[in-house]
C-alpha cells in the first residue's frame, strides 16, 4: 500500500523529536556539544543505512544539496540564492543518477569549514568503491576536492569555476566567450617531477562555455546536434 501526499503531509507535521532516552545508545550516536543536530542524528543515520541495504546503485554518484524549507527561528538555519525553497536547513546528498534514489544523506550542522570537510560527509567512506564516477557542480568542485576524491580512489566530474584552476597572475586558461562552437582547450595537471597526475581540466564551448575538471581521458568527437549542425564534443573514457 502506499501512503497519499496529503496523509504523508499530515502525518509529517505530527513529528517532533522530544525526551529522548539518555539510556538509549543508539538515541545518543554523535552527542556532542559542537554537535547541535545530534537528537536526529539516529534518524538520518536510520535512513542512511536502509538506503545502503535496499537499493542497488551504480557507477555514477552525484552529490549536491537540498534545503528541508523552514520558517522557524533556529541558528542552523541556511540561506541558500536560487533555490525554490531559499529558508530552511540544508542537507548534503549523494544519489543515484539511474535509479533516482537518495543514498546517503547528512545535516549540516555547521561543523564544515573547507569543500574538502563537506564532500568528506556527501560521500562516506561506505561508497569509496574503486572505479566509481562522483558528480559535482561548481559549488563542490576545486582541486583540493578532486585530489581528495583521487586519493580514495574515486573518479570524479565536475563543473568548475574558472578562477579556481588558475589565479589572474597566472593567466587565463579557460576559452573566451567568442570561441567557435565546438572548440575545446584540455590542461593537464603534472606534478614537481612533470608527470600528469592524471587530472585535467576542460573548457568546451557549446552554446554557452562549460568549464569542467575530471579524472577521466578525454577524446573529441563530432557527433550532430539539432538539424545539420555539426559540434565537436569532448567525450569522457570509463
Known sequence: RI????????????????????????FNEGKTQENPTWKVHWLFENFNRKWRALVVFGRFLSGDEAMIPSK??????????????????KLYML???????????????????????????????????????????????????????????LHVIGTVRHNRIMSKKEGAWALPKSAARGTMKVIVEKDGKGAPTGIRAVSWSDKRIVNMVTTLPIHKVSILRRGNVTVSCPILSL
Open 72 to 89: 522557524v527561528r533556529h541558528i542552523l538555519k541556511q540561506y541558500i540564492k536560487g533555490k525554490p525553497h531559499k529558508f530552511g536547513f
Open 3 to 26: 501512503m497519499s501526499y496529503d496523509a504523508f503531509r499530515g502525518f509529517l507535521s505530527c513529528i517532533h523529536v522530544e525526551g529522548v532516552d539518555p539510556t538509549d545508545s543508539s
Open 95 to 153: 544519489a543515484d543518477p539511474a535509479s533516482e534514489m537518495c543514498l546517503h544523506i547528512s545535516l549540516h550542522d555547521g561543523t564544515g569549514r573547507t569543500l574538502v570537510s563537506i564532500v568528506s560527509k556527501m560521500v562516506p567512506s561506505s561508497f569509496h568503491r574503486p572505479g566509481t564516477v562522483i558528480i559535482l557542480d561548481n559549488f563542490y568542485t576545486t582541486l583540493a576536492v578532486v585530489r581528495y576524491l583521487q586519493q580514495k580512489g
